[in-house]
């Protein structure tokens, strides 16, 4: 059971928009910590999609985008391409646990 | 370009011990707080611990299955990173990955059977 509530599924066809969902806690989410998103295509080590809630590292394209709001956030993916086919991750420091936690991970189709 | 280059890892017997390294280069590692992510295979990320850097104490945090077996360090003249695993169980064969939460290295693979 991770302490970040994720769906453990998603799906969309091309071009469309699809967001992915993040539940956690006044602990994590809710107590001011950013919430970071990985993307992991089958067997690579994840990549970062999101920083700090809603920033985009260079060469992230502008169809990522998140946000946050009170104990959750969410990933948005618009145009959906078949290469978005992945697993995702979200990610936020926990006061309570004194660590990083994940989310169980959402894995993503495009049908 | 940012490089973290995992290496160490191994088929180890439960209760066995080994250290992982991170190599790292194209950032200021001195600067980085550093932290260890593995992954059971088909599983989802798990994180084991980070450690802070010198100035900021180079204190350590570790999730709590590992607490009290693994002790991350770094040597900041070779920008490696490190990963002691003590008393190791069946249930830490992982993927495991250094990354400073921003870049990832590819991981490497440590296997615990008998």
């Known amino acids: 059971q991770s302490v970040l509530t994720q769906p453990p599924s998603a799906s969309g066809t091309p071009g469309q928009r699809v967001t992915i969902s993040c539940s956690g806690s006044s602990s994590n989410i809710g107590n001011n910590n950013y919430v970071y998103w990985y993307q992991q295509l089958p067997g690579t080590a994840p990549k970062l999609l999101i920083y700090k809630n809603n920033q985009r590292p260079s060469g992230v394209p502008d169809r990522f985008s998140g946000s946050k709001s009170g104990t959750s956030a969410s990933l948005a993916i618009s145009g959906l391409r078949s290469e978005d086919e992945a697993d995702y991750y979200c990610?936020?420091?926990?006061?309570?646990?004194?660590?990083?936690?994940f989310g169980g991970g959402t894995k993503l189709t495009v049908l | 370009e940012v490089q973290l280059v995992e290496s160490g890892g191994a088929l180890v017997k439960p209760g066995g011990s080994l250290r992982l390294s991170c190599a790292t280069s194209g950032f200021s590692f001195n600067d980085a707080w550093m932290s260890w992510v593995r992954q059971a295979p088909g599983k989802g990320l798990e994180w084991v611990g980070r450690i802070k850097r010198k100035i900021d104490g180079g204190t350590t945090d570790f999730a709590a299955p590992v607490k009290g077996r693994f002790t991350i360090s770094r040597d900041d003249s070779k920008d490696t990173l490190y990963l002691q695993m003590n008393s190791l169980k069946t249930e830490d064969t992982a993927v495991y990955y250094c990354?400073?939460?921003?870049?990832w290295g590819q991981g490497t693979l440590v296997t615990v059977s008998s």
């Open positions: 990610a936020a420091w926990d006061d309570s646990l004194s660590g990083r936690v």
């Open positions: 990354t400073t939460d921003h870049s």
